[in-house]
Nanobody, 121 residues
Framework: QVQLAPSGGGLVVQAGGSLTLSCLAS????????MAWYRQSPGEERDLVAN???????SYADSVKGRFTITRDHAKTTVSLQMNNLKPEDTGVYYC??????????????WGRGTQVTVSP
């Protein structure tokens, strides 16, 4: 399986500020395809914020386009989310996720523990 260890959250940032979240994958990392960040705001469902495939294709939620950048270090199997010009509506619990095919056969999705990001007005 794949284990994910996030870092960089647990902070309060002022609106307009920046923050970087990182997530280190370990385990059967050769099976990982997509790595992504999700956000769950209070009272809301967990929504996709940004995704990067193993080939480097990225996608973003409309609300973060132009402000957030997802990157992936293949050597360390780390996915990072650079968040600029943060807004109060970016507040929530952020989760990293990885999916792929274990041993090329069994689909899986692994989740890291959530990390809180709070943006003050």
């Amino acid at each position: 399986q794949v284990q994910l260890a996030p870092s960089g959250g647990g902070l309060v940032v002022q609106a307009g500020g920046s923050l970087t979240l990182s997530c280190l994958a370990s385990g059967t990392i050769s099976s990982v395809n997509n790595m992504a960040w999700y956000r769950q705001s209070p009272g809301e469902e967990r929504d996709l914020v940004a995704n990067m495939s193993s080939s480097g294709i990225t996608s973003y939620a409309d609300s973060v386009k132009g402000r957030f950048t997802i990157t992936r270090d293949h050597a360390k199997t780390t996915v990072s989310l650079q968040m600029n010009n943060l807004k109060p509506e970016d507040t929530g619990v952020y989760y990293c996720a990885a999916d792929g095919l274990l041993h090329g056969v069994s689909p899986f999705t692994s989740w890291g523990r959530g990390t809180q990001v709070t943006v003050s007005p």
